[in-house]
């Protein structure tokens, strides 16, 4: 159980463009949902709570506008990366709080290694 | 500001040898969860520890919470090359997950 799935895996897409990352929880139902960013041989850092039905909650220094975040189901939210730029390249993980689980347990996506060119 | 301090950030060693991993932090945390995560993939939950002085084992993996719910360990027994990874701490508190920097253990054959 609490499996998550992210989609794509891979993306490249160029300079000024927009991409969209999709995260699902397959088996459970996630009220909050969880965006992180990772630089290589890093830790992961939070950019932002999704709560379905509600706005997100963004870390300090995260800019909402450009990372736009929907949590429109109890199974799904998405993370566009507008006018993406070479800086924004990394690899994004989501992961989602399964209510009938511990308080702080998370389970993670496979992750998006995203690079804009 | 809540901190979890993890070390070592990196530690490379033969296989059969033992190995611990600490996370320390001043503040008391509700829980404190260990994830190892492979490259190019999301962290995979391995044990969430509740209650002070609590051990609890997986395998060759020990995790044990210390008493004051500040500090935590992973200690790996007779380590072996599939035990590579990242291994990552994290302390929950007031519904945050603090995360620690991670671990990256190398187990050479």
């Known amino acids: 159980g609490a499996v998550v799935s992210q989609h794509p895996s891979r993306v490249i897409c160029k300079s000024g463009t927009s991409v969209k990352i999709e995260c699902r929880s397959l088996?459970?139902?996630?009220?909050?949902m969880f965006w992180y960013r990772q630089f290589p041989k890093q830790s992961l850092m939070l950019m932002a709570t999704?709560?379905?039905?509600?706005?997100?909650?963004?870390e300090q220094g995260v800019e909402k506008d450009k990372f736009l975040i929907n949590h429109a189901s109890l199974t799904l939210s998405t993370l566009t990366v507008t006018s993406a730029h070479p800086e924004d390249s990394s690899f994004y993980i989501c992961?989602?709080?399964?209510?009938?689980?511990?308080?702080?347990?998370?389970?993670f996506g496979p992750g998006t290694r995203l690079t804009v060119t | 500001t809540q901190l979890l301090e993890q070390s070592p950030q990196f530690l490379s060693i033969q296989e059969g040898e033992n190995l611990t991993v600490y996370c320390n932090s001043s503040?008391?945390?509700?829980?404190l969860q260990w994830y190892r995560q492979e490259p190019g993939e999301g962290p995979v939950l391995l044990v969430t520890?509740?209650?002070g002085g609590e051990v609890k084992k997986l395998k060759r993996l020990t995790f044990q919470f210390g008493d004051a719910r500040k500090d935590s360990s992973l200690h790996i027994t007779a380590a072996q090359p599939g035990d590579t990874g990242l291994y990552l701490c994290?302390?929950?508190?007031?519904?945050?997950?603090?995360w620690g920097a991670g671990t990256k253990l190398i187990i050479k054959p």
């Open positions: 992961s989602a709080r399964d209510p009938n689980g511990g308080a702080y347990e998370q389970y």
């Open positions: 088996d459970f139902q996630a009220t909050t």
């Open positions: 999704s709560n379905e039905g509600s706005k997100a909650t963004y």
């Open positions: 503040s008391v945390f509700s829980s």
């Open positions: 520890v509740v209650t």
């Open positions: 994290a302390g929950g508190n007031n519904y945050q997950l603090i």
